[in-house]
Structure formats: C-alpha cells, structure tokens
C-alpha cells in the first residue's frame, strides 16, 4: 500500500492511497473463514463450508469491507506518524462501489482539514488586565451581620422582625371576617408559620410591626403559592382537604422567635472559622476579609479568562481555518444538513474553534497535565463549599477527604470535573507565565466590566 501526500494549501492536504491486492487478500481469506465457522449456513454444517463457496456467497461485501477497512486504518496511521493536527475526520473525496469483479487495484483520495501552525507566546512580553476587587469595611461587616445571625440563639421577642418565627392560634374565617364555627371548621391551636419562606411578599408584609397579641389575617393560599403541601402542614390538615381551603385566616399572635445574634467572642471565632484559628476581633476581621477576598478572587480570574482570550485572539483570530473543508465534515455528520445550513454552522463556531486552538498552544506551551491529586484536592474544595451551604464551616479534614473520594467515584461527573480543572490549570499557569496589568476597582466597577462580556 502507498500513500502520497500534496497540499493545496497550508490547511489543507490530500492523501492518495494505493491499494494492491496483497494489501487486503489475507484479511479477506481470514474473515471469511470466520464466517464459515461462526455462522449458520442453509445447506451446509457449520464449519464445513468451502472457501469457494464462501467468496461465492460473501467475497464481494467481506472484500469491500475489508479494502474500505485497511485503507481507513492506514490513513490513521499515516496521520498519527507525520503527527498531523486534522480537525474533524478525513473525508473521502468520492464514494463510490468498488468494481470488484474487474478490478484488484484501487485508488482512495481523503482531503484532510488541518490545524493551522501557531507559534503562541506565553511568557512576559504577554499583558493580560487583571482586576482585583477592593473588599470594604461595609462588606465585612455584612459578612460579619450574616455570621452572627447565622450562630446566633433564638429567643422570645416582643415585636415582628423579618427573619422571626410567629406562634399562636390560626383560626378559619367565614366571608365576612367572622371565625368561623362547626365541626368542618379549620382551627389550628398552636400553630407555626415563617413569613420569611411566604411566596408572595405582600402576604408576610402583613406581619410587619406586629407585637405578640396582635391579630393578623392572611390568605394561606396566597401566602403559599397554591402550594399544597406547604398548605397541608401550615394548617395541620390532610391534602384532601386543602380544597376547601379557600378565604382568609385569622392567627392571634402568641409568641415571636427571633433571632439573637452572636456575640463577638471565642464561640463565634470557633463557629466560623474553627478552634484557635482566631483569637480576636481583629483578627477575626481580617479572617473575613481574607475570606470575602478569596470568594471574590474567583470573579476576578472569570474576568482574567475573558481578558486573556480577547488578547491572544486579538494577536492570533486572524489564523486562515480550512472553511470549505469543516463546513463538509458538518455535513457528513447529519445528512439532513444542507450546505448552506453547514455553512451558518461553521460561522457560529470558527471563533470558539480557533480560540480552543490557541489554547490547545497555551496548554502544549505551559506543560499542564492534571493529576489525580488535583482532581483530589478540587473535589475537597467542592465537598467545603457544599457542607458550608448548610452552615457547616469547620467540618474536619477526614470528613471532607471522605466526601470528596465519594465525587470522585462518580463517573458521570468526572469527565466535566476534570475538564474544570484543567481550565483552573490552565489559567492559574498562564497568570504567572504572562504579565499581569493589575489594577484594583470597586465592586460597582468591577461589575460594569463584567457587563462589557
């Protein structure tokens, strides 16, 4: 077998490949062997079957098959020896039947769409902004409002606040505002309710200014939603009879529960933070800077993304793509794609898919590879961040070792968290490979430039 190459231009190559019968006569012998002896044949017991009779029968598909098979795995073959970057799939430059019954000699063109040659700069003549954000005063102490709240005590209170837990007696009432009497009368005794969770805001706006021996008459229904489980538990009722529920209800207000928040002190240091990481409220306060900094850092290397593809697209997006060629593999892939259709494709694509070959450079340039103790070590990051969802800030280190092993072992989401962190790696390398225009912009700032993408 021989393949010759000729280029028709810098992406774009073409392979011809000869085939002789020797290329393909022993595979072909081999396979129709295994047909006579795997394969039932009417008229014959099985394995007992001729050759003869079995070129008969199969030779011209199993020979067609097998010449279309050699020739494929040789093109591949000769693309993973030259080390050439083919974007899509080689593409036949004609399909047509093999005359078989004339012919042992043939001749197999494939076009190849080909990756154009970047020479990609990764070091420090690169300049890439990057914004940091300014944390104040103001977001610390509305980190350190939320802290408090959060590890504080509920206790009695004597007027609504709007975080509070209401109790007292819910009564039914009839069209007129009176309570409603009889036995098919909803009463709730030592009712419960949480306007804070209400759907409808006009609902728990009802509760405002309220002190304990207040009457306050809401709509279930509303306040809810129309949300039935919600309103069978609210009024102490099975689900069958949240039909009827339909008017108004009085709750005489027996009891408010607010929140105490924290006080500044050990406990809270521990709460927040762990034991004897904090000893202080100054350090205390810079631990929720440090804190608030790093959730921010996160919007910043989003916004560094953004600037360093703006800027090697700037530098590198004017790279000549094998346009006609890609726009054939579109259609290869759905026969109901029309060259037009295929063409609008490609154009919605080309920036994604020449960004993806500058950075496919960056990776090559920069040398990184993910391992498993980064997947590792992202996972704990993961498993962190959901335990403190539910307030839970100080889990130990075996815990969270654990939690992440458990990611980890699911194989639907490995795939997508590796892909993850290797854009993480990607990235972090190309900060300290590149310089970085560093400037710090409030947090309104920050957001307008976020805006601009």
Same mark, same amino acid.
């Given at each position: 077998?021989?393949?010759?190459?000729?280029?028709?231009?810098?992406?774009?190559?073409?392979?011809?490949?000869?085939?002789?019968?020797?290329?393909?006569?022993?595979?072909?012998?081999?396979?129709?062997?295994?047909?006579?002896?795997?394969?039932?044949?009417?008229?014959?017991?099985?394995?007992?079957?001729?050759?003869?009779?079995?070129?008969?029968?199969?030779?011209?598909?199993?020979?067609?098959?097998?010449?279309?098979?050699?020739?494929?795995?040789?093109?591949?073959?000769?693309?993973?020896?030259?080390?050439?970057?083919?974007?899509?799939?080689?593409?036949?430059?004609?399909?047509?039947?093999?005359?078989?019954?004339?012919?042992?000699?043939?001749?197999?063109?494939?076009?190849?769409?080909?990756?154009?040659?970047?020479?990609?700069?990764?070091?420090?003549?690169?300049?890439?902004?990057?914004?940091?954000?300014?944390?104040?005063?103001?977001?610390?102490?509305?980190?350190?409002?939320?802290?408090?709240?959060?590890?504080?005590?509920?206790?009695?209170? #004597?007027?609504?606040?709007?975080?509070?837990?209401?109790?007292?007696?819910?009564?039914?009432?009839?069209?007129?505002?009176?309570?409603?009497?009889?036995?098919?009368?909803? %009463?709730?005794?030592?009712?419960?309710?949480?306007?804070?969770?209400?759907?409808?805001?006009?609902?728990?706006?009802?509760?405002?200014?309220?002190?304990?021996?207040?009457?306050?008459?809401?709509?279930?229904?509303?306040?809810?939603?129309?949300?039935?489980?919600?309103?069978?538990?609210?009024?102490?009722?099975?689900?069958?009879?949240?039909?009827?529920?339909?008017?108004?209800?009085?709750?005489?207000?027996?009891?408010?529960?607010?929140?105490?928040?924290?006080?500044?002190?050990?406990?809270?240091?521990?709460?927040?933070?762990?034991?004897?990481?904090?000893?202080?409220?100054?350090?205390?306060? #810079?631990?929720?800077?440090?804190?608030?900094?790093?959730?921010?850092?996160?919007?910043?290397?989003?916004?560094?993304?953004?600037?360093?593809?703006?800027?090697?697209?700037?530098?590198?997006?004017?790279?000549?793509?094998?346009?006609?060629?890609?726009?054939?593999?579109?259609?290869?892939?759905?026969?109901?794609?029309? #060259?037009?259709?295929?063409?609008?494709?490609?154009?919605?694509?080309?920036?994604?898919?020449?960004?993806?070959?500058?950075?496919?450079?960056?990776?090559?340039?920069?040398?990184?590879?993910?391992?498993?103790?980064?997947?590792?070590?992202?996972?704990?990051?993961?498993?962190?961040? %959901?335990?403190?969802?539910?307030?839970?800030?100080?889990?130990?280190?075996?815990?969270?070792?654990?939690?992440?092993?458990?990611?980890?072992?699911?194989?639907?989401?490995?795939?997508?968290?590796?892909?993850?962190?290797?854009?993480?790696?990607?990235?972090?390398?190309?900060? %300290?490979?590149?310089?970085?225009? #560093?400037?710090?912009?409030?947090?309104?700032?920050?957001?307008?430039?976020?805006?601009?993408?």
């Amino acid at each position: 077998m021989n393949i010759t190459s000729t280029s028709t231009d810098p992406v774009s190559m073409r392979l011809t490949v000869a085939v002789e019968e020797n290329d393909y006569k022993a595979k072909v012998t081999e396979d129709l062997k295994k047909i006579g002896r795997t394969h039932q044949i009417p008229g014959f017991r099985k394995g007992h079957v001729s050759l003869k009779d079995l070129e008969r029968r199969f030779g011209k598909q199993v020979t067609s098959d097998v010449i279309n098979q050699v020739v494929y795995e040789a093109v591949m073959k000769y693309i993973q020896e030259n080390k050439l970057n083919v974007l899509g799939q080689p593409l036949p430059v004609e399909v047509k039947e093999l005359d078989l019954k004339n012919q042992t000699s043939f001749t197999f063109e494939y076009d190849l769409a080909l990756a154009p040659a970047l020479d990609v700069e990764t070091d420090k003549n690169v300049h890439v902004p990057y914004y940091n954000i300014e944390v104040t005063d103001e977001m610390v102490d509305e980190q350190d409002k939320a802290f408090r709240k959060r590890f504080g005590a509920q206790v009695p209170g #004597e007027e609504f606040e709007p975080d509070a837990l209401v109790k007292g007696a819910i009564m039914q009432l009839n069209e007129d505002g009176s309570v409603k009497e009889g036995d098919d009368a909803i %009463q709730v005794v030592s009712g419960i309710l949480a306007p804070m969770y209400f759907t409808d805001k006009d609902q728990a706006a009802l509760f405002e200014g309220k002190k304990v021996g207040d009457k306050v008459v809401f709509n279930p229904r509303k306040a809810t939603g129309e949300n039935i489980t919600e309103i069978a538990s609210m009024l102490n009722i099975d689900k069958a009879r949240v039909a009827e529920v339909q008017g108004d209800f009085e709750m005489a207000i027996s009891e408010i529960i607010v929140v105490k928040p924290a006080e500044m002190g050990e406990e809270l240091f521990t709460n927040v933070f762990g034991k004897d990481k904090v000893h202080n409220e100054e350090e205390y306060r #810079e631990a929720v800077k440090n804190m608030i900094s790093g959730e921010l850092q996160g919007n910043s290397d989003m916004i560094f993304r953004w600037s360093a593809r703006k800027v090697y697209m700037d530098k590198y997006g004017d790279m000549q793509l094998p346009a006609a060629l890609l726009t054939k593999w579109l259609m290869t892939r759905n026969e109901e794609m029309t #060259e037009e259709k295929a063409a609008e494709e490609f154009s919605r694509m080309e920036s994604d898919l020449k960004w993806q070959l500058i950075l496919d450079k960056v990776v090559e340039n920069l040398g990184v590879k993910v391992e498993r103790d980064d997947l590792l070590e992202f996972a704990k990051g993961l498993a962190a961040r %959901q335990f403190a969802q539910y307030g839970m800030t100080n889990i130990d280190d075996e815990t969270i070792a654990k939690y992440a092993e458990n990611i980890l072992a699911d194989k639907q989401y490995a795939g997508r968290l590796h892909e993850q962190v290797a854009e993480i790696k990607t990235f972090n390398a190309l900060k %300290q490979a590149v310089t970085l225009d #560093e400037e710090t912009v409030s947090l309104d700032r920050f957001k307008e430039i976020a805006s601009q993408i």
